[in-house]
């Protein structure tokens, strides 16, 4: 949704204070204080990589903290197992199979929610929040792709989606600009070195990881990912230029994580909503040298801590803000986990036992089961039985209609219409499983979880990832029926013994897909 423009004044969130009540409930408006609401979105963790969840190969004492004082869901999912299809659904309530284009973007993606979307920012705008999107964004920007002014201001940013401030990375560490955008423009830009940006062809000159591996001093890659080279590691795409404003791999937790301390010690008085996307623990994994040697699983492991770590910060700054106990966190991934996505990072062997999907198959692409089953946290005000789990099925699709419910906000009826609001199960009141929950895999295919079933539509193409990671895909020619209740691994496809069942899930999401 087109909201009004911000200015950029070192405190552009404090305009918004008590503004734009319409679309508030009688009850919302009559609220005293409402909660602060950060939600924390990892990359690439997985339903096994946190020790809250079963891991013992990492410790995560502040992200299992924030489990014993709140909700941990043992069957919670991602609308995608990719980042870019997950955080479209999660940001819009629609699935991102509704709109084409929402596959993996590049950095030099136009912007890929349409500005006249509502959005889980504009929900929290119409509440009064003050809204931010800092970390990993992967949603494209500007309104044209590769044809962005990347040296002046974007003519489309998160500022259009409802967010009054914005710093964030174009798409992944992996993909170049390797530079922050903060308000529509390239943070600490160097005029020196204007930035161009091309995923068809290098610029002259310029060295690539494929004919120069010599320079790359700190990371090799093991598939794909040879081409421009920033910080001494090659990338996907080519670019030029960009300078001091250029990232240092090793900082960019530390930049996420202080942007948003910032944020939140700048709104004041105002509640505020956070989207606070960590790069941890995606690829190139190049966690900050205060890790290394942390961790027996290397980069991969060191990056888990890294990410635990910022969760520490967040949460030690709410602490000493005296926010804490009105602030609601949602802590979650945008897919589930991938050890060699390609660099040489010894991920593989390193790993030894530790399993980051935890027992499930699959993983990050996969139709299985750990490709879009994701840590799922809620720690904060009205949390239900805090330091229990939830084996309740939720799905990030609910994260708008819930939310909105949390703030009292209504949500017009043709809006975010994939989105149910499941506050009441989010917060531990009931564990109300939600009908069904539909992800996707990256090759396209939905499945369908119900409580009980999980159901994966024939699909064409290998059982195996064929262009690096090693990953079951889920592609089977035949129908796969799993009972979840006695085979969350989805070893035993009983699709031949329950046809009926077949049947009615098959049905039912093709209803899905149609909208009904
Ligand atoms: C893949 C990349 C992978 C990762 C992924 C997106 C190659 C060979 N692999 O295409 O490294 O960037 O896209 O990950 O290019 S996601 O978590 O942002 O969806
Ligand atoms: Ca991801």
């Known amino acids: 949704m087109k909201t009004i423009s911000v200015p950029l004044s070192a405190y552009p969130f404090i305009a918004m204070a008590g503004s734009a009540c319409c679309g508030l409930s009688a009850k919302a408006q009559s609220a005293g204080s409402r909660p602060n609401v950060i939600m924390i979105v990892a990359d690439d963790l997985g339903y096994g990589d946190l020790s809250c969840y079963g891991a013992t190969r990492v410790s995560t004492p502040s992200t299992d903290s924030l489990a014993a004082h709140g909700l941990r869901f043992t069957d919670a999912h991602a609308c995608a197992s990719t980042s870019t299809p997950s955080r479209f659904g999660l940001l819009t309530g629609l699935y991102p199979f509704r709109q084409s284009g929402t596959d993996v973007a590049a950095g030099n993606a136009g912007m890929i929610i349409h500005p006249d979307t509502y959005t889980l920012a504009d929900v929290f705008q119409t509440a009064g929040y003050a809204t931010a999107a800092i970390g990993k964004w992967h949603l494209g920007l500007g309104s044209r792709t590769a044809r962005q002014d990347w040296n002046g201001t974007l003519d489309q940013s998160p500022a259009d989606l409802g967010f009054d401030y914005h710093y964030i990375m174009a798409a992944t560490a992996d993909r170049v600009p390797c530079v922050f955008i903060e308000q529509g423009q390239i943070a600490n830009f160097d005029p020196s070195a204007p930035v161009e940006v091309s995923y068809q062809k290098n610029f002259d000159g310029e060295p690539t990881g494929r004919d120069n591996p010599e320079l790359l001093t700190k990371l090799r890659p093991s598939h794909g990912h040879d081409q421009s080279i920033v910080n001494g590691i090659s990338r996907i795409g080519y670019m030029k230029g960009g300078g001091k404003a250029l990232w240092r791999d090793e900082d960019i937790a530390d930049s996420i994580a202080s942007h948003a301390i910032s944020f939140i010690e700048q709104v004041g008085s105002t509640p505020f909503f956070i989207y606070l996307c960590t790069n941890d623990v995606h690829v190139p994994r190049m966690p900050h040298e205060r890790f290394h040697g942390k961790s027996p699983m290397g980069l991969r492991g060191e990056a888990i801590l890294q990410f635990d770590e910022t969760v520490r910060q967040v949460t030690d700054a709410l602490r000493r803000l005296g926010l804490a106990d009105n602030t609601l966190i949602i802590l979650t991934s945008d897919n589930g986990p991938v050890l060699d996505d390609g660099y040489d990072d010894r991920a593989i062997e390193l790993a030894a036992y530790h ?155 093709e209803k899905v897909k149609r909208g009904e």
């Open 355 to 509: 399993r980051p999907g935890g027992t499930f198959r699959g993983g990050k692409y996969s139709a299985y089961e750990a490709g879009s089953a994701v840590p799922f946290i809620v720690c904060g005000p009205g949390v239900k039985h805090p330091g229990t789990t939830s084996a309740a099925l939720v799905s990030q699709i609910d994260a708008l209609r819930s939310l909105a419910a949390l703030v009292g906000v209504e949500v017009p009826d043709d809006r975010a219409t994939d989105s149910h609001d499941a506050l009441s199960t989010w917060l531990g009141r009931n564990q109300k499983s939600r009908p069904y929950a539909v992800s996707m895999a990256a090759n396209h295919n939905l499945s369908l979880r119900t409580d009980r079933w999980k159901f994966i539509p024939p699909h064409a193409g290998g059982p195996v990832i064929t262009w690096g990671p090693v990953i079951e895909t889920g592609n089977s020619p035949q129908p796969q029926l799993y009972d979840m209740r006695r085979d969350r691994q989805e070893q035993t496809n009983v699709a031949k013994d329950y046809g009926r069942v077949v049947k009615q899930l098959s049905e039912w999401l």
